[in-house]
């Protein structure tokens, strides 16, 4: 069974002080792996897509990186905005009816302070 | 990226009776849509597979008679919560694949809705 562990489960930085957060997952054959931020109440916004390991994925403060057990995504002198809580998920290379379903880690609530 | 909506995004109902939630792909046609659970505080988790044409498939423990997905057209599934009960409270989100993006994989997510049974 497919297994996504986020850490840590909640993170507060202040205005500029770069982090990492860390999505750690168990699959048999990984198809894709993906980043979503969530803001509350909303549905998941999607960020990043990566397919194979080293491969890397940037867009304005965050840098997605995923090796063959983990992925890490960086943020980059983080701001007040960025406070939301980020979501791994992990889709399995598979057929039937398990075929597109997404597996979520429990997420990161990121607070970044002004 | 691609766009999908939802409707309606907040709504309440009385015990017993049954809600329809409507889940729109705007700019791409899906032929596979999915329904999505999340309880306060906790992550999204699988309830169903919606095929276009066909019978959604349901993840382990989701009562295929209390959750109804119809997917009549390329564009819409909906989910039907029939006989609502408190316990159904929760904020359902569904997502959709451009299957004509080559090589993608990636799942759009709608704006949610949240449903509280009183």
């Known amino acids: 069974e497919d297994q996504v562990t986020q850490s840590p489960e909640a993170l507060r930085l202040q205005e500029g002080e770069s982090s990492s957060l860390n999505c750690s997952y168990t699959?048999?054959?990984?198809?894709?792996l993906f980043w979503y931020r969530q803001d509350p109440g909303k549905g998941p916004e999607f960020l990043f897509t990566?397919?194979?390991a080293g491969e890397e994925k940037e867009k304005e403060r965050l840098k997605a990186t995923l090796t063959k057990k983990e992925s890490f995504l960086h943020i980059t002198a983080p701001k007040p905005e960025d406070s939301a809580t980020y979501l791994c998920?992990?889709?399995?290379?598979?057929?039937?009816?398990?075929?597109?379903?997404?597996?979520f880690g429990q997420g990161t609530i990121l607070t970044v302070h002004p | 990226g691609a766009v999908v909506s939802q409707h309606p995004s907040r709504v309440i109902c009385k015990s017993g009776t049954s809600v329809k939630i409507e889940c729109r792909s705007l700019?791409?046609?899906?032929?596979?849509m999915f329904w999505y659970r999340q309880f306060p505080k906790q992550s999204l988790m699988l309830m169903a597979t919606?095929?276009?044409?066909?019978?959604?498939?349901?993840e382990q423990g989701v009562e295929k008679d209390k959750f109804l997905i119809n997917h009549a057209s390329l564009t819409l599934s909906t989910l039907t919560v029939t006989s609502a009960h408190p316990e159904d409270s929760s904020f359902y989100i569904c997502s959709a694949r451009d299957p004509l993006v080559a090589g993608s994989y990636t799942q759009y997510f709608g704006p949610g809705t949240r449903l509280t049974v009183l």
């Open positions: 699959v048999s054959g990984l198809r894709g």
């Open positions: 998920a992990v889709q399995e290379i598979s057929g039937g009816t398990s075929y597109g379903k997404l597996t």
């Open positions: 700019d791409f046609q899906a032929t596979t």
């Open positions: 919606s095929n276009e044409g066909s019978k959604a498939t349901y």
């Open positions: 990566l397919y194979s």
